[in-house]
T-cell receptor, first 111, second 115 residues
């Protein structure tokens, strides 16, 4: 079974700081990588996706991909209390027909 | 929730009873998925569909069956519910697989408790 690993946290970050979330995956054939945000009691919401090595920025969010190291990360700049949630890393399998999810990292932004 | 509804949103049932959960989409997406989410396990794929009447098993399919008779509806059935099937169930949709842009969008979820 291909795996996606995340630190479960909780990760506590002061308001205004940069939050850094990390993920590793085992399937070298994976081509698409996603970050979902999930508030408590709610469904996962897609916030970022990345396909190419390097950085992709969208507002306060930056996704980083390193295929050689099989590593994906999400940076959240100027963290806000509303960013407090669980962040799920997700990776397509090598057939690209299914997505495999990590267990999520719980992020807490403290005022 | 990208035009996806799930029903019921909450259900309590007894061990041994059949249960059917419904996912309905208005996006006309071809691919539909059923996941369960449990603490410490993240989202695990139960079954998925790649078209009307075309379905396949995911990693945790034992005890579950699915049907898709229309593009917009994907049903998940627990033939005889067990306490281990107490979970939150999410439906997801996608308009493509393969290639790169194959993200999935999730419904609001169904919280199922088997007593």
């Amino acid at each position: 079974q291909k795996e996606v690993e995340q630190n479960s946290g909780p990760l506590s970050v002061p308001e205004g700081a940069i939050a850094s979330l990390n993920c590793t995956y085992s399937d070298r054939g994976s081509q698409s990588f996603f970050w979902y945000r999930q508030y408590s009691g709610k469904s996962p919401e897609l916030i970022m996706f990345i396909y190419s090595n390097g950085d992709k920025e969208d507002g306060r969010f930056t996704a980083q991909l390193n295929k050689a190291s099989q590593y994906v990360s999400l940076l959240i700049r100027d963290s806000q209390p509303s960013d407090s949630a669980t962040y799920l890393c997700a990776v397509t399998d090598s057939s690209a027909s299914k997505i495999i999810f990590g267990s999520g990292t719980r992020l807490s932004i403290r005022p | 929730d990208a035009g996806i509804t799930q029903s019921p949103r909450h259900k309590v049932t007894e061990t041994g009873t059949p249960v059917t959960l419904r996912c309905h989409q208005t996006e006309n997406h071809r691919y539909m998925y059923w996941y369960r989410q449990d603490p410490g396990h993240g989202l695990r794929l139960i079954h998925y569909s790649y078209g009307v009447k075309d379905t396949d098993k995911g990693e945790v399919s034992d005890g579950y069956s699915v049907s898709r008779s229309k593009t917009e509806d994907f049903l998940l059935t627990l033939e005889s519910a067990t306490s281990s099937q107490t979970s939150v169930y999410f439906c997801a949709i996608s308009d493509r697989v393969g290639g790169l842009k194959n993200e999935q969008y999730f419904g609001p979820g169904t919280r199922l408790t088997v007593t």
